[in-house]
């Protein structure tokens, strides 16, 4: 855990400002840390909101803060 940590850190620049969730239908957390410490020491902040807004892999789900956002969600399932 504290390596993982430790990895966090260094990129931590490079996390959205609003950050990803796992997606609940990938339950395998360990390979979401590897996945979302990997996307972070590859991607820039902008590249990496772009992929999740895009919804360009379905590793990762945008999170919503406001209704007026929340309203715009169209779940795929």
Do not use: G, R
């Not at 990938?26 to 990997?38: A, F, P, Q, T």
């Amino acid at each position: 855990m504290a390596k993982n940590l430790h990895k966090l850190l260094l990129y931590f620049d490079n996390l959205p400002t609003i950050p990803p969730t796992m997606n609940p239908n990938n339950i395998d957390v360990k390979l979401y840390i590897k996945k979302l410490l990997e996307k972070l020491s590859t991607l820039t902040k902008e590249e990496f909101e772009a992929e999740i807004e895009n919804q360009n892999n379905k590793d990762f789900l945008k999170v919503y803060y406001s209704e007026e956002e929340e309203e715009k969600v169209v779940i795929d399932f």
